[in-house]
């Protein structure tokens, strides 16, 4: 838990306690070759490197306009970005796009080039943004979303958006 008594929002090297491989105390120790500190297990050695998570998204775009989704789970609950999620084990990054704009918006698309890739420092994830024409299907709302627009570029809620990386990777998309 937090300071404050709730649970964090993510993993962060403060929140991992015991080794995944048997079940030992973690220490934080000085390595080689910059001494940065990483979690170490008391008692088997195992270094536990908390590595960023990779989310793929697209940005379907039609008829000069793009489809944004609202969410409807946290973090960013009621703020709009484009279909996007973690790149599950065994997935590529471009695999994972594809997959969760199916998912989430219940459309196929084509990957039409990379838009960009974000990353900040106190955010756990990489974020992969790829641009994509709409192949198939048709839009159906999942559990995840609580809407969907298809907007013009003057018409994007900028004050709405869900995360840095949505306003940045739209105003990429946008000056191409």
């Known amino acids: 838990m ?13 929140t991992i306690r015991f080794c995944p491989l048997c079940g030992s105390d973690l220490v934080r120790v000085p390595l080689p070759p910059d001494q940065k500190e990483e ?3 008391s008692t088997c050695g195992f270094v536990f490197y908390l590595n960023p998570k990779v989310v793929a998204g697209t940005i379907p775009a039609e008829d000069g306009r793009i489809l ?15 279909p ?10 471009a695999g994972a796009a594809l997959r969760e704009t199916l998912e989430e918006t219940g459309l196929r698309v084509d990957l039409d080039g990379l838009v960009g890739v ?13 641009r994509a024409r ?3 299907g048709a839009l159906q709302l999942n559990h995840e979303i609580q809407e969907f627009a298809w907007l013009s570029p003057g018409e994007i809620p900028w004050d709405d958006l869900a995360f840095p990386s949505t306003r940045h990777a739209l105003r990429d998309f946008l000056s191409r």
Not at 84 to 93: H, L, R, S
């Open 39 to 41: 979690a170490v297990c």
């Open 118 to 130: 974000y990353s900040y420092p106190d955010a756990p994830v990489v974020i992969v943004v790829y």
């Open 68 to 82: 944004l989704v609202r969410r409807n789970i946290n973090p960013s609950k009621g703020k709009w970005t484009f």
């Open 84 to 93: 996007g999620g973690f790149v599950d084990w065994g997935e590529t990054v």
């Open 2 to 14: 937090s300071t404050d008594g709730h649970l964090p929002l993510y993993l962060a090297p403060s």
């Open 134 to 136: 709409v192949a198939g």
